[in-house]
């Protein structure tokens, strides 16, 4: 098995689940989701089913913010974490909490990245490394910081060198 065989699989039952529920429950119940309401998540989902396939192998942070904006749309329950729930994790994280702030609380998009950077920096996220190793740095080497989507880089100066 290849190392994003069970990765793909998990992501491919949960497409077809989602698809299920787009069709089966929120399509036909325009009193809990108006018909544009309907028609742009099943729109938002097939864009997500094509970021899957374009980006099997090169995991896309944009297939990661457009699933939980999804989940956010339809209210349902879902959690983000990488395999040891803390660097990757971190990243994404605070990825998230400004995507949040910019489109459903009027945070002005300039201000997005000086935001993500102080959540990274000084926010509850930062707070965990020190838990988790007794340094206040992201366990991020060299060659993995530079593998990291620049929205998912920590902050110079808050990463060490990967010991975790």
């Known amino acids: 098995m ?3 065989g069970l ?3 998990i992501c491919e039952k949960f497409l077809g689940d989602l698809e299920s529920y787009i069709k089966d429950y929120v399509t ?3 009193t809990l989701f108006p018909a544009h309401q309907a028609q742009g ?3 938002n989902v097939v864009q997500l089913r094509n970021l899957f396939k374009a980006t099997k192998k090169n995991k896309s942070h944009q297939f990661i913010a457009l699933a ?4 956010r749309d339809i209210g349902c329950v879902r959690f983000t974490s990488c395999k040891s729930a803390k660097d ?7 990825y998230e909490y400004c995507n949040v702030l910019t489109k459903l609380h009027g945070l002005p998009t ?4 000086d935001l993500l950077e102080q959540f990274r920096r000084d926010g ?3 707070e965990n490394t020190f838990k988790n190793i007794g340094s206040y740095k992201y366990s991020f080497n060299k060659l993995q910081r530079t593998m990291l989507p620049s929205v998912y880089k920590p902050p110079p100066g808050t990463f060490g060198d990967g010991q975790t």
């Open 2 to 4: 290849n190392e994003t």
């Open 28 to 30: 036909p119940h325009e």
């Open 110 to 113: 300039e201000q997005f990245t």
């Open 88 to 94: 990757r994790t971190s990243m994404s994280v605070t």
């Open 7 to 9: 990765q793909e699989r």
């Open 41 to 43: 998540l099943a729109l």
């Open 124 to 126: 509850a996220r930062y």
């Open 68 to 71: 939980e904006q999804i989940g």
